[in-house]
């Protein structure tokens, strides 16, 4: 029940009154019975900022960021995490006594929920990442913090897939899709597949049984990369994966406490399998 010591937490975005962060964090309220809600806020283009301002007159205790403010809040919060500066992108906000801090908790999300489900941990692996905006930076920078021996990254502009690896220099190199074939995980960072899209985001001819194929499109749920994959007997893991993961970071981050993953889970299959 909603009372004067609710602690209030939030996503901005723009359009934002689809998003399924709401369901997903106050699933985990809820399963760790802590006096916290988590609601959307519609901040039109520009005005990040201005939320920011808002945020700490309000007491806002954490903010989930999405489009088109990433680049904005990046450029207003009081600090960064040392991850966030070298993503160049921040999707978490902390209020930590008055000052906000902005992190990155997409790539890490994804590896979090990766190791729990379906178990794979990317240290000791070779990584694929297509791809070359701030998911694939933030993927690329986890993946090489959790140890992966080799990092490819694929994009369709080159000169971005430089950028990209620019995040891990010492483990990561400009790839083609035919590389991917030596890649033990393949994870698509690009909206191919998204929506009504049927393209393919790698060729099927890459894909082979043992690898796991992460997709971070999550509408639809089941993409055209996602079903050549288990076609050819590869482990096939959906959006999700990342959205529940970050979540779950931001979740520990802003409470102290350790995120109910599965309840959180449970709460993204509904929300985004509901019209
Ligand atoms: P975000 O920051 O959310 O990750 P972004 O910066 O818009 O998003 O990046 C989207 C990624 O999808 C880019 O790597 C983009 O490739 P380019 O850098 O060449 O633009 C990729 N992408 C989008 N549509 C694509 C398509 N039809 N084919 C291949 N790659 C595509």
Not at 33 to 52: E, H
Request: net charge negative; glycine share 10%.
């Amino acid at each position: 029940m909603l009372n004067g010591r609710t602690q209030v937490t939030a996503v901005i975005g723009h359009p934002v009154a689809h998003s399924v962060s709401p369901a997903i964090v106050n699933a985990a309220y809820e399963a760790a019975g802590l006096d916290w809600v988590f609601v959307a806020f519609d901040v039109q283009p520009g005005r990040a900022a201005d939320a920011l301002t808002a945020m700490r007159s309000l007491g806002v205790r954490g903010l989930s960021v999405t489009m088109p403010h990433k680049d904005d809040v990046f450029a207003s919060v009081d600090e960064l995490t040392e991850r966030a500066t070298t993503i160049g992108a921040v999707n978490c906000v902390t209020r930590v006594g008055d000052r906000l801090v902005g992190d990155n908790t997409d790539g890490r999300g994804l590896l979090l929920s990766l190791a729990d489900d379906p178990g794979t941990d990317v240290g000791g692996l070779a990584v694929g990442v297509i791809g070359a905006g701030g998911a694939a930076r933030s993927i690329v920078s986890a993946s090489a913090e959790a140890g992966a021996t080799s990092i490819v990254v694929v994009n369709r502009t080159e000169s971005r897939a430089v950028a990209t690896v620019g995040v891990a220099p010492l483990v990561a190199r400009v790839g083609s899709l035919a590389d991917l074939a030596e890649c033990d995980v393949i994870i698509n960072a690009t909206s191919v597949g998204m929506g009504d899209d049927t393209a393919l985001a790698v060729p099927i001819e890459v894909l082979r049984a043992g690898q796991v194929v992460v997709d971070i499109v999550y509408h639809p749920l089941d993409t055209p990369l996602l079903r050549a994959a288990r076609q050819v007997g590869a482990t096939a893991v959906d959006g999700l994966g990342m959205l529940v993961g970050q979540a779950a970071l931001a979740f520990a981050m802003w409470t102290g406490e350790v995120a109910p993953l599965d309840a959180m889970r449970r709460a993204a299959r509904l929300a985004v399998s509901s019209p």
